[in-house]
């Protein structure tokens, strides 16, 4: 790509001196020439053969404008006519001579569709008469079906004069050609296929890009694609292919679409110039200059529709879009020279279209030789300047996916990294882990075997000092002070020997041994319960209600005779001596309840949450009754059989357990 940047200077140095030559050489005036017509040519344009006289009131009469030939008011020129955006009424005169030899029948075409009213004055028998055509007038009924203005002349041997009158709100430029009937059916052939190529070159290009931008979420593809559907339909109305061939009942009249037209075009293809260039990264001032003087020119063309003042405005915004598209090429050449591919490419691409305009322009000032395809050269030039762009979108996008591809294995290859290094970190900690949960579990193990081996000791000295405190208890000599203190003894053994089950029973389930189930009758153990606690020396009463038939539970008797023994005592335990504790079975469905109450002191509302939390007790409890793992143990040995505690006390009234255990 660098060795491109030289020819990209003398390729702007060109067209530089190019545009200047344009403005400096004045045109060059002639004296009448009469258009001699030849047989062997079958084309015949009359740039140089043509004089032009400018009406600038509109007031002039057709016999006014004659009389004015005579006088020779009208002015020769040796190009074709154009005097840009004028208000007034042009008027064209020229003369043909026809050898006898040469055919009478020729066509005359006066190029440019968008002109609004194209009459000729030709002089028959009957004087002269007139033909109107343009685009103000509808094409049907016409002799030619051409989307330009075509006259079919019938020539009379020797010299016949013709005026056309020319008043549009358009350009005026207008291209006079005569033609032979063949020659111009060859011309006309060329010609729509040609734009009828073009056409769907550019409906292609357009559906591309729309598919494009829709796969690769790329906003260059959806710009250019909105850059063509603009420049695509301002072409369709000013060439008069629309009307052509849709309505050719109507006439043309797009001067307010095309006024509308032409900003969206100059606001399209600044926005495809900063994407392609990247204006806002290679040049962040200018950038901030540029769009919103393109939106504010933009936005002035389209209410100038709207508030009527379009016509003085259009000639001005032809001279803005040229500014607008000599700033693009000069920015576009200065990021080239700073490296911008996406500027160098862009030069190619509108050198592309302003050969095409500049060939056009030189052709209509008479500068260069009028061959068949000089008015299609524009179009010839837009072709060449949408594949070069096609080229240039599509070099811009893979640039973008070969950074967006880097980018992404770049990042692939962090995450690869990062992954394994968080693999590493994982399976270290995992390691840590296990290594933590195997000392955890030797560490429950030995205190598991240390509780079971402290209470196996204590079991026998324990057993001992209860049956010598109760033999001697029994002695009939006993003092009634020795008695109650054997009985104190007795009492501090009972507890201690609860304490150590329970210690035992917790450390059996924390370390999560399989239950030894079997079938257990859960009223008999609750009796048997019961019977121990008289044994001990508990005279309270317990009422039992138990309607229903003798419920099986198929579960560990130790565990659910520790279960049932908590509840019994607690309840014993936490109510006066003369209340009752009640102990009912109900046998639901496929789960036996079974509810203990007392009336003792009830547990406070703001202790319930917490009543079976190891080691809490209760703030009403009395102090040395406990070591706070009841209840605890309680719940997990109703869970380990499938079922559930739930309590519901009230300070004051007393205390209800209900315990749910599936019936096997």
Known sequence: MTNILPHIRRFALLWSCLLLLAGLVPPVFAAEVTVELVAEQGRQPLVGKLQRYYDASNERSFD????????????????????????????????????????????????????????????????????????????????????????????????????????????????????????????AALDMVLVSGFATAIVVIILINLLMAAYLRERLYLIYSLNLLVFAGMMF????????????????????????????????????????????????TIDRIYL???????????????????????PWLWKLFLVEVAINIGLATWLSIRGNRGARFYLLAFGALLLGGVFSILGNLGWLPDPALGPVMPLIGSLLHMVLMQMTVNDRVLTAKRAYDLAREQALAAEKRATEGLNREVAQRTQALETALASEHRVAEQQSLFVRLISHEFRTPLAIIDASARSI??????????ASRCGNIRQATRRLGEMLEKCVADSRLDTD?????????????????????????????????????????????????????????????????????SVDFLHESNVLRVIVSDRGCGIPATELPHVFDKFMRGSNSAPNTGLGLGLPLTRRIAELHEGSVQIDSEPGKGTRVIVLLPIA
């Not at 919103?292 to 009527?308: D, H, M, Q, T």
């Open 64 to 187: 006014e404008i004659v009389q004015l030939a005579r006088d020779g008011k009208f002015s020769s020129i040796d190009r074709n006519d154009g005097l840009g955006y004028v208000p007034g009424t042009i008027w064209l005169r020229f003369s043909v001579e026809r050898a006898p030899d040469v055919p009478s029948s020729w066509w005359l075409e006066v190029r440019r569709p968008a002109l609004d009213e194209v009459d000729l004055f030709l002089h028959g028998p009957d004087g002269w008469r007139r033909i109107e055509q343009g685009d103000n007038r509808p094409w049907a009924g016409r002799e030619v079906r051409n989307r330009n203005s075509v006259f079919v002349l019938d020539l009379a041997p020797g010299v016949s004069e013709y005026f056309v009158r020319i008043h549009t709100t358009s350009s005026s430029a207008a291209r006079l050609t005569l033609w032979q009937p063949a020659a111009f059916a060859s011309y």
């Open 473 to 482: 208890s029994m002695l009939p000599t006993l003092p009634d002070e020795a």
């Open 237 to 284: 109305l000013v060439e008069g292919l629309l009307h052509f061939v849709a309505m050719p009942a109507e006439p043309l009249r797009v001067e307010a679409w095309v006024s509308l037209f032409h900003p969206l075009v100059m606001l399209t293809i600044a926005f495809l110039f900063r994407e392609i260039v990247a204006l806002w990264e290679s040049a962040p």
């Open 513 to 581: 041994l399989p239950l030894e189930r079997e079938p257990v009758a859960v009223t008999d153990l609750v009796a048997s319960l019961r019977g121990q606690l008289l044994l001990e020396g508990v005279e309270r009463e317990v009422l039992f209600h138990c309607p229903a038939p003798e419920t099986v539970v198929f579960g560990d008797p130790v565990l659910l005779q520790i279960l049932f023994g908590n509840l019994l005592s607690n309840a014993l335990k936490y109510s006066p001596e003369e209340s009752v504790v």
């Open 292 to 314: 919103p003087s393109v939106l504010l020119i933009c936005g002035l063309g389209l209410l100038a529709v709207p508030l009527g003042f379009s016509d003085s405005l259009k």
